[in-house]
């Protein structure tokens, strides 16, 4: 049996035992708390009628950001969903980017301003542009593994999903596909119990979305999603094994959608207000800031300099995305029709 001070002492090793430095989960951190930052920038600037949608990330940034912090996010590509800010910021976009995005300028990187946020696409930091359609990003990671085995790559490729895309043929598709061909991609399914208005029980019938692995060959984890060094661990496991050339892997993050589906829709028509309440208890901004503190790295003057230097930053990049231009009318004809 495992006493007090041995309990303590894995905890308190627990990042390092992982290969993380004090610096690396300062930088998690940092990450999720920018992501969550600008997420609430954008519910201000859409209830004040400046931005037309937001899509959010709030309570799933732990898995997000611990996530790509397994990857090598100088080199491997990244296939997010529409939630997933703190991957694209932990892969490099910055949070002007994502301001004028939320504004739909022309300078806006992700689409020139032509789609809707939380269509993320940078080509420089190999994030592959997304659809409108769930799942569609599925089988385009798989693609892109493909390419990296022919081409004898060391790269992996990293594609995210809800719990509810994994019922689309894509995912299916895709899956199969890809143990069959022994592929390098990672299949993350952020499973933040609801597909809109559904809860999970009205989704599947199965007890995980991971027991599916099974049906393809592919080893499949359930992980706290609340947690990002657990699913550190998992997903850094799983680009191992890919790199090995042992195929792809099958990874559900279990953490909790804070907020509505999106600023036009209503969830208190399907949701109490105190299962909101609870979960909030278990955010991860909260929880691993606290893991933080108690291990002397999120300090009081950390923290607040954190807080300055992201409000200024955030500030600076609205002004900008707000004084921006449009684009012209006549560029709506560009990449559609042959010039």
């Known amino acids: ?31 999720m708390l920018l992501a969550r930052k600008i997420d609430e920038r954008m519910w201000l600037l859409n209830r004040a009628g400046k931005i037309p949608f937001v899509v959010s990330c709030q309570g799933q940034e732990g898995a997000q950001v611990g996530a790509s912090f397994a990857l090598d996010t100088k080199r491997d590509y990244v296939l997010p969903y529409y939630r997933d800010l703190g991957v694209v910021l932990a892969f490099g976009m910055t949070t002007k980017d994502l301001m ?19 269509h993320f696409g940078q080509k420089k930091n190999r994030i592959v542009t997304g659809s409108s359609p769930v799942t569609t990003q599925v089988p385009h990671a798989v693609g892109i593994a493909l390419g990296f085995k022919m081409e004898q790559k060391d790269l992996v490729s990293f594609v995210t999903l809800g719990e509810g895309s994994s019922n689309q043929g894509d995912f299916h598709e895709g899956a199969n596909f890809a143990s069959v ?127 300055d230097e992201m409000n200024q930053i955030i500030n600076e990049a609205t002004e900008y995305a707000e004084q921006a231009a449009y684009a012209e009318p006549a560029s709506i004809y560009n990449y559609v029709y042959g010039e």
Not at 13 to 21: A, I, K, P, V
Not at 100 to 118: I, V
Not at 243 to 263: A, C, Q, W
């Open 1 to 31: 049996m495992v006493n007090t001070d041995e309990q303590k002492k894995m905890m308190e090793n627990r990042h390092h035992r992982l290969g993380l430095s004090d610096n690396d989960i300062l930088e998690m951190y940092r990450t």
């Open 100 to 118: 004028l995005q939320g504004f739909a300028k022309a300078e806006d990187p992700n689409s020139g301003g032509r789609q809707m946020p939380g």
């Open 181 to 307: 061909q022994k592929l390098p991609v990672i299949f993350m399914v952020q499973n933040n119990q609801y597909a809109i208005s559904v809860p999970l029980t009205k989704q599947v019938a199965c007890e995980k979305i991971s027991d599916r692995a099974i049906g393809y060959g592919m080893p499949g984890v359930t992980v706290d999603g609340n947690d990002p060094l657990e699913v550190y661990q998992a997903v850094k496991e799983a680009a191992d094994r890919a790199r090995r050339g042992e195929g792809p892997s099958l990874i559900e993050t279990v953490s909790y959608r804070l907020t509505p589906h999106s600023s036009d829709d209503d969830d208190r028509s399907y949701r109490e207000r105190g299962e909101v309440d609870a979960a909030k208890e278990k955010d991860a901004v909260l929880t691993f800031a606290h893991y933080l503190r108690e291990h002397n790295i999120l300090t009081e003057q950390v923290e607040k300099t954190m807080h």
